[in-house]
């Protein structure tokens, strides 16, 4: 098993905020619904907020440069896009946006449970806080749309 570093650690929740901007973008831009459209758009909006506070802290540790974001979360949007084409499109973006948004939750919840600079503990706390809130305004959506 590899080792957890604060650095690691940092790292791994940054990519989670890269993935889901880039998760709520794609969603964003295949919804029709203007509501819906707008709460994605200002999650990946506060996703990438959450990727820039975290920045410094990891750059200051010597880590996380331009990563990407993880090549799962590529293939996350691929299947999104499927399911676009498959069945009714507002519900499959929310559904996939749910599920996207618990993977960065346990991200969130892994790394509390680890190691992170004291300084930078309470930034993510507040982070995932606002995930939970995220998330659940996601299940309430899928509901509805169900």
């Given at each position: 098993?590899?080792?957890r570093t604060e650095r690691a650690?940092?790292?791994?929740?940054?990519v989670a905020c890269r993935d889901a901007d880039r998760g709520f973008t794609f969603a964003a831009e295949h919804v029709l619904d203007s509501t819906i459209r707008t709460f994605f758009e200002d999650l990946a909006k506060e996703r990438r907020q959450y990727a820039e506070a975290l920045l410094p802290h990891a750059q200051r540790l010597g880590g996380a440069g331009d990563a990407e974001g993880s090549s799962l979360?590529?293939?996350h949007r691929a299947w999104m896009a499927v399911?676009?084409?498959?069945v009714h499109r507002e519900q499959a973006m929310v559904v996939e946006a749910e599920?996207?948004?618990?993977?960065a939750l346990a991200a969130y919840v892994d790394a509390l449970g680890g190691m992170l600079p004291?300084?930078?503990r309470g930034v993510v706390e507040s982070q995932q806080a606002g995930?939970?809130?995220?998330?659940?305004?996601?299940?309430?959506?899928?509901?509805?749309t169900a």
């Amino acid at each position: 098993m590899a080792e957890r570093t604060e650095r690691a650690v940092l790292n791994s929740l940054i990519v989670a905020c890269r993935d889901a901007d880039r998760g709520f973008t794609f969603a964003a831009e295949h919804v029709l619904d203007s509501t819906i459209r707008t709460f994605f758009e200002d999650l990946a909006k506060e996703r990438r907020q959450y990727a820039e506070a975290l920045l410094p802290h990891a750059q200051r540790l010597g880590g996380a440069g331009d990563a990407e974001g993880s090549s799962l979360a590529t293939l996350h949007r691929a299947w999104m896009a499927v399911k676009d084409h498959v069945v009714h499109r507002e519900q499959a973006m929310v559904v996939e946006a749910e599920r996207g948004e618990r993977t960065a939750l346990a991200a969130y919840v892994d790394a509390l449970g680890g190691m992170l600079p004291p300084e930078v503990r309470g930034v993510v706390e507040s982070q995932q806080a606002g995930i939970e809130a995220g998330l659940k305004r996601l299940h309430a959506l899928a509901t509805a749309t169900a």
